[in-house]
Nanobody, 121 residues
Framework: QVQLVESGGGLVQPGGSLRLSCAAS????????MGWYRQAPGKQRELVAA???????NYADSVKGRFTISRDNAEKTANLQMDSLKPEDTAVYYC???????????????WGQGTQVTVAS
């Protein structure tokens, strides 16, 4: 079994900052990509940022220059530093990872339970 536990969501004023953390645990052989997605009410889930095991990153255009994703391969964690937050960043944020549970297994996607981020004055 694989678990992704997220933390760090909450209420923040526009222009403020939050840091989301995601920790993977359980039967994990290797982790490929780790990322953060978000889903606002009435909208589809969208990619916010992703990072490969080698450190290559990918960001949604709407968060470039404001959000920074990082990971610690040894600790199996990924963080999302969110600065200059805007009301339109309000959403449930989900951690996602693609990993193998054994050397012979195929890559599979796993998701966290989600954490609410609300940007309001």
């Amino acid at each position: 079994q694989v678990q992704l536990v997220e933390s760090g969501g909450g209420l923040v004023q526009p222009g403020g900052s939050l840091r989301l953390s995601c920790a993977a645990s359980g039967m994990i052989f290797s982790i490929n990509a780790m990322g953060w997605y978000r889903q606002a009410p009435g909208k589809q889930r969208e990619l916010v940022a992703a990072i490969t095991s080698g450190g290559s990153t990918n960001y949604a255009d709407s968060v470039k220059g404001r959000f920074t994703i990082s990971r610690d391969n040894a600790e199996k964690t990924a963080n999302l530093q969110m600065d200059s937050l805007k009301p339109e960043d309000t959403a449930v944020y989900y951690c996602q990872t693609t990993l193998r549970t054994a050397w012979y297994s195929s890559l599979r996607d796993y998701w966290g339970q989600g954490t609410q981020v609300t940007v309001a004055s």
